[in-house]
């Protein structure tokens, strides 16, 4: 069965360090790479995709991350995270000639001052 | 542009109750996607519209669940009768495409159920 793995489920990490979320999926069939983020009350909002083309794909508020074919991974890092970055991210994968996207369980980044 | 609008954003009733929530997608969305979201369980797709047909609705949990989108403009998520195990957080997005186009979100609606 399709599916999605963060590996981590929270991750505390201090102001102004770098953070890598960790993402897996469960096939190597092409693929549509997303990251949302989901903060307290509200719901997910688009931080990123990969649809085809260049393997690193940055995305809104310093965020960025690698498509790994080989690896089946989609990590997102920050070289540097502010206090306003807290909040829930979640990878999500479409699989080619699908229409549901697959969402994984979430991580919850935690950063503190 | 409003985004994905939901109401009620809050919704307490009793065991028994019927309850609708309530949706209007992103104007121009052919795509409509409703979500639970639990800590025990995620985030769990529920049903999804294309051009306000549903075309997968496996995710509904029991017969007691259902949802409806009568235009394109508008959709429902009705629980007839509510237990307890359903509160949640219940999100409708939309999207212009099926699988290859993000998702918008709406805020929510935080349902509970005593």
């Known amino acids: 069965a399709q599916s999605v793995t963060q590996l981590d489920s929270q991750v505390p990490v201090f102001e102004e360090a770098p953070v890598e979320l960790r993402c897996n999926y469960s096939?190597?069939?092409?693929?549509?790479l997303f990251w949302y983020v989901q903060y307290p009350n509200q719901g997910l909002q688009l931080l990123l995709k990969?649809?085809?083309?260049?393997?690193l794909v940055k995305g809104i508020n310093g965020f960025e991350a690698e498509f790994n074919k080989s690896q089946t991974s989609f990590h997102l890092r920050k070289p540097s995270v502010h206090i306003s970055d807290t909040a829930e991210y979640f990878c999500a994968v479409t699989y080619t000639g699908g229409f549901k996207t697959i969402f994984g369980a979430g991580t919850r980044l935690f950063v503190k001052a | 542009d409003a985004g994905v609008i939901q109401s009620p954003r809050h919704e307490v009733t009793e065991m028994g109750q019927e309850v609708t929530l309530r949706c209007k997608p992103i104007s121009g969305h052919n795509s409509l996607f409703w979500y639970r979201q639990t800590m025990m369980r995620g985030l769990e797709l529920l049903i999804y519209f294309n051009n306000n047909v549903p075309i997968d609705d496996s995710g509904m949990p029991e017969d007691r669940f259902s949802a409806k989108m009568p235009n394109a403009s508008f959709s429902t998520l009705k629980i007839q009768p509510s237990e307890p195990r359903d509160s949640a957080v219940y999100f409708c997005?939309?999207?212009?495409?099926?699988?290859?186009?993000?998702?918008?979100f709406g805020p929510g609606t935080r349902l509970t159920v005593t």
């Open positions: 096939s190597s069939v092409s693929v549509y």
């Open positions: 997005a939309s999207s212009l495409g099926q699988g290859t186009i993000e998702q918008y």
């Open positions: 990969y649809l085809s083309g260049s393997t």
